[in-house]
């Protein structure tokens, strides 16, 4: 028995179905024969998977998300960096430099310094939550200039829009060069600092306002867009 | 009672029961330093709570007290079952609750906002907690005592309760003053039916956040 609608908002303590025919997903835990709602999100159903978009919470890394960091330390043989949420990142030398790094002579500031913003790929993620990053990949590079704003990283997929439709929309219309980590952390550049700040509301307006309906028309609306 | 107050904090609210007024903004979870702090199995709550200094009717000396000090750790205790705190090893979450005007009952108002900011956060949780004092005045027993009748000329005793919303199991129980074993029975009846009322008080202000009734 499911007891939620899909997209339905739900809060934690929740009771979203009952019955051991249910499989509790993520940000549902099971209590007895009820599924439990732990966090602020909408109601997800997808077969007999009972989860949990949320809507607010910190970012929590995935092997293979390509995110956005800044540089916070230098270590002997590799980075700290930090890329939101609870856990800093860990790149080393050899997922970041292709030639040889004699780590006795160089300084690594030289490739990568302090307060540097990156894009880089997680790896890996342990149990206890150490985090990998490399750089070795298409379109991962240090970022130079530009602006870096966060938001909830659960609000990511609905910034790309389907199929990227949304990020497009809003790269075209301000004429600005975007790139969105699935950290929440997103870089913007423009060769004016106005196309800059419009793509910059457009994309709080989407963070606010990610859990309505018609957000397409509504950001287009925005950006100028006489059409609609 | 309202989320989402403090914009620079991760998740926040303010809950006002009669002219007891208080802010709970929460800050993580966040890498815990120093690290000989950190839990490797799970992530650590620290609470705070702070009375300002114009709370009260004669000017309260600023920063923390005895007491003070002790009602944080009753209110991390009363909220730490809850939260599902194993998702973040190592990581610390910061509760900071501001009381702006006391008339007694400001632990249970901090419980209850403390809670209801944690939510707003995201931290993952099996419930809300809410939480309101009962006592015994003149011989009668009163849910949610203000200033005045715990000043009572012929004395009062004061039970602050938190409880899990659902399952109605009760984090923190104290007692102040002197109770016979049937009058506690009784408040302990009459201060479920309270705390439950604030919990539905406390779900419909985190729905209303997203525009639901």
Not at chain 1, 86 to 93: E, K, T
Not at chain 1, 146 to 172: A, D, N, Q
Not at chain 2, 18 to 25: D, H, L, R, Y
Not at chain 2, 143 to 171: C, F, N, Q, W, Y
Request: glycine share 10%; with cysteine; proline share 5%.
């Amino acid at each position: 028995m499911i007891y939620v609608k899909p997209k339905q908002i739900v809060i934690p303590g929740e009771v979203l179905g009952e019955g051991m025919d249910i499989i509790p997903g993520e940000g549902t835990i099971r209590e007895g024969r009820k599924i439990i709602a732990t966090v602020v999100g909408l109601a997800d159903i997808s077969g007999r998977v009972l989860k949990i978009i949320p809507l607010e919470g910190p970012y929590n890394p995935k092997p293979g998300h390509v995110v956005i960091g800044e540089v916070v330390d230098i270590g002997f043989s590799g980075w700290i960096v930090n890329i939101g949420g609870p856990y800093m990142a860990n790149l080393p030398v050899g997922e970041a430099v292709k030639e040889y790094v004699d780590l006795l002579k160089t300084d690594l500031s030289r490739y990568y310094d302090l307060g540097d913003k990156i894009v880089a790929k997680v790896i890996s993620v342990t149990r206890s939550k150490n985090v990998q990053l490399s750089m070795k990949g298409p379109g991962l590079r240090k970022l130079e200039g530009g602006h870096i704003i966060k938001i909830t990283s659960y609000k990511v997929p609905r910034v790309i829009g389907k199929g990227g439709s949304m990020i497009k929309l809003i790269k075209e219309m301000t004429n600005t060069a975007i790139i969105v980590g699935q950290n929440g952390w997103i870089w913007i550049k423009g060769s004016r600092r106005k196309d800059e700040l419009k793509a910059i509301r457009a994309i709080y307006t989407i963070e606010k306002e990610s859990h309505t309906s018609g957000l397409t028309d509504k950001i287009k609306r925005m950006l100028g867009d006489k059409s609609v | 009672m309202k989320v989402d107050v403090v914009p620079s904090a991760d998740g926040s609210a303010v809950v006002e029961i009669g002219n007891t007024k208080v802010i709970a903004s929460v800050f993580g979870p966040k890498p815990l330093h120093p690290k000989h702090l950190q839990n490797p199995e799970k992530g650590i709550l620290r609470c705070y709570y702070d009375m300002m200094s114009f709370s009260v009717p004669e000017r309260k000396r600023p920063g923390p007290t005895r007491r003070s000090i002790e009602i944080s750790m009753v209110m991390k205790n009363a909220l730490a079952s809850t939260l599902l705190l194993e998702e973040f090893p190592k990581a610390v979450v910061d509760v900071f609750v501001e009381v702006y005007e006391a008339n007694a009952g400001t632990r249970c108002a901090s419980i209850t906002a403390a809670s209801l900011a944690l939510a707003d956060a995201g931290v993952p949780m099996r419930d809300l907690v809410s939480a309101v004092a009962v006592g015994k005045v003149g011989g009668m027993i009163v849910l949610d005592l203000t200033k005045e009748e715990e000043d009572h000329p012929e004395g009062a005793t004061d039970i602050p309760i938190a409880m899990v919303g659902r399952s109605g199991k009760i984090t923190a129980l104290q007692l102040d003053g002197a109770i016979t074993k049937e009058e506690l029975k009784k408040a302990l009846e009459l201060g479920k039916k309270g705390c439950s009322i604030l919990y539905e008080m406390q779900r419909k202000a985190l729905k209303a956040k997203y525009g639901v009734r």
